[in-house]
């Protein structure tokens, strides 16, 4: 049987369980190489999920895209387990696994995640760390997006923001969104405000706009003289009730928690009215969308999300809810009325028929799945990598 080896800091993540399944589903051994320091959060995921091994190595967590004695030993690690392909989880491994495929001349895919120059772009403190980081991020992307046998990215914006900039074929992108993976679409049978709405997610200042979608709350208060509360679920409590009392005059509105478990995820979302998306409008969220939003979807509830490309194109295929300015506090308000006369009048339902046609991994992942077993087939012939 063919071995994939998946290469991750993260894992065992979302998305890095949903890859190990699909594999094994396509009849594939899955061997996971991971790093030692795993986020905060991961004890909600199976710690191996689907993959037949699971192996940590130091130094794997590093952000650093080259360092020849860590590449010399993923290498002998990979040639004891005699993959037939690699997959990496980013363009910062993806030199590590690059260097691994070569060795042992078989193809390499690397799932991008992120569009990390852009995200440099935003998040660095300085205008140099901005301008430096995001040129030399953009030159080892367009090395690693060249170099390997293909990408995955997480959004069609996403796709063709790396094709123009990098000129690359299309044919070698494949887009596979952060969908959920067997997951049932529920459908809403509400038909009333409750005046709960719910965050699941962390603040990141600059991507992540949570003080407005608070601030809103507020407005939609002495708009209306309807109090409505928001529940945070989050990685980082602390961090988001840190963010809270800065907003002090906006504290009665907020609930903040601990994140649940993913398997508890979508009977505990049920019980909001509207799911929120509080994005900035930044380099690093215009070709991006989370987790999150699908997840509300699925849930059946609605969603109210800040107006990136991405979000409004997905809440305009599905019907499942409505956008609001970035950062504008009124705006949200407005939204959250029109959302909320919405649902009173049963017309906030998410098309499930849409949800699960376009938006479900199985059916995303299978042109690209298609494609490794194609290049594997041809491997067997002609003993090539590429």
Not at 230 to 237: K, R
């Amino acid at each position: 049987m063919a071995v994939m080896l998946y290469i991750s800091t993260v894992y065992p993540d979302v998305r890095g369980v949903k890859w190990v399944s699909t594999f094994r589903d396509a009849g594939m051994d899955v061997v996971v190489l991971r790093g030692r320091g795993l986020k905060g959060g991961s004890d909600l995921w199976p710690e191996r999920g689907d993959a037949e091994l699971v192996e940590s190595i130091e130094k794997l967590d590093t952000k650093f895209p080259i360092m020849p004695s860590l590449a010399r030993r993923i290498a002998r690690r990979a040639l004891s387990y005699q993959p037939a392909v690699i997959l990496v989880r980013d363009i910062f491994l993806a030199g590590y696994a690059l260097y691994a495929a070569r060795r042992l001349d078989i193809p390499c895919y690397v799932d991008a995640a992120d569009n990390y120059p852009e995200v440099m772009k935003t998040v660095a403190k300085s205008q140099l760390g901005r301008l430096g980081g995001f040129c030399l991020l953009n030159l080892w992307e367009r090395h690693v997006l060249r170099s390997a046998n293909g990408v995955i990215v997480v959004t069609p914006e996403s796709k063709n923001h790396i094709v123009h900039k990098h000129h690359i074929s299309p044919s070698r992108v494949f887009v596979v969104e952060n969908v959920p993976k067997n997951s049932h679409a529920h459908v809403s049978t509400k038909s009333c405000f409750t005046g709960k709405l719910v965050y699941v997610g962390t603040v990141d200042r600059g991507v992540r706009d949570l003080a407005t979608a608070i601030e809103g709350l507020k407005e939609y208060h002495e708009l209306t003289g309807e109090k409505v509360s928001l529940t945070v679920y989050s990685f980082a409590p602390d961090e988001v009730q840190g963010t809270v009392c800065q907003l002090e005059e906006y504290a009665e509105y907020v609930t903040v928690m601990p994140t649940v478990a993913n398997q508890a995820l979508f009977h505990t979302l049920q019980r909001f009215d509207a799911g929120v998306v509080p994005h900035c409008r930044c380099p690093a969220t215009e070709y991006t969308a989370p987790n999150k939003l699908y997840d509300y979807l699925y849930s059946g509830i609605p969603v109210l999300c800040s107006d990136n490309p991405p979000l409004k194109r997905i809440i305009g295929d599905t019907g499942g809810g409505i956008a609001y300015s970035c950062g504008d506090a009124n705006s949200f308000a407005l939204a959250l009325r029109r959302l909320k006369a919405e649902i009173e009048h049963g017309c906030a339902k998410v098309d499930t028929s849409v949800l699960l046609s376009k938006y479900e991994w199985d059916a995303q992942v299978q042109c690209f799945v298609r494609r490794v077993r194609e290049t594997l087939k041809q491997n067997e012939g002609t003993g090539q990598s590429k």
